[in-house]
């Protein structure tokens, strides 16, 4: 099981380390329930509500715990503490998204390939690989959603003081997500189009 934090921490830190203490990180345990939430066909803008509303329910907790340390020693420390765990969980989630999106075939459909009757019975339906492809779009485009909302809040922090440059950018990401909406239903479409054709001959 991947690590959360790979330096190590001590004193009045540690505790901290998994948030929830003990060996089974909290994070695995939340970020495992959004897969599961993807695998019952629940679409990828819900789990992005869920997690940062989690995350945000989490930085709380966190920030609750570190408030009760007052030494100025300590408080850089925290602080680093903190960006680790953000940084850590953005990259787990996503490694789970990204996984689950390219294994979906391999979860969705079992084959018994030594048994013709087994076979015949796990076959899945055209509707049950239209859902299987709505999925997989679905949870891509909150991917490539998230990867542009970074790059772009990335650039408007390089130039806080210009406020007309992130209006532009955020407006371009607007655009940018609406376009890959409409690409990503028509390969739907497309793809729904071929199924039921295909079904009918």
């Not at 990335?154 to 409409?182: G, T, W």
Request: hydrophobic share 35%.
């Amino acid at each position: 099981m991947k690590a959360i934090m790979t330096e190590p921490v001590s004193g009045v830190i540690a505790s901290n380390k998994t948030v929830n203490g003990g060996d089974e990180s909290y994070f695995h345990q939340l970020f495992g329930a959004y897969v599961e939430r993807l695998r019952s066909g629940d679409d990828a803008q819900s789990i992005g509500s869920l997690y940062q509303a989690e995350k945000t329910s989490l930085e709380s907790e966190l920030a609750g715990k570190l408030s009760r340390i007052n030494s100025e020693e300590n408080l850089n420390y925290i602080e680093a503490v903190e960006r680790k765990l953000a940084a850590e969980k953005e990259i787990f989630v996503r490694e789970k998204i990204l996984n689950l999106a390219h294994s979906r075939s391999q979860m969705d459909v079992s084959y018994e390939k030594n048994d013709s009757a087994n076979l015949e019975k796990n076959t899945p339906t055209a509707s049950d690989l239209l859902a299987q492809k709505q999925r997989e779009e679905m949870c891509a485009l909150w991917i490539r959603h998230e990867q542009r909302s970074q790059a772009v809040e990335a650039r408007i922090a390089e130039h806080p003081e210009n406020l007309l440059l992130a209006d532009q950018l955020r407006r371009s990401m607007q655009e940018q997500d609406s376009e890959d909406r409409q690409r990503t239903a028509a390969r739907v479409a497309n793809y729904r189009d071929q199924l039921f054709s295909s079904s009918s001959d």
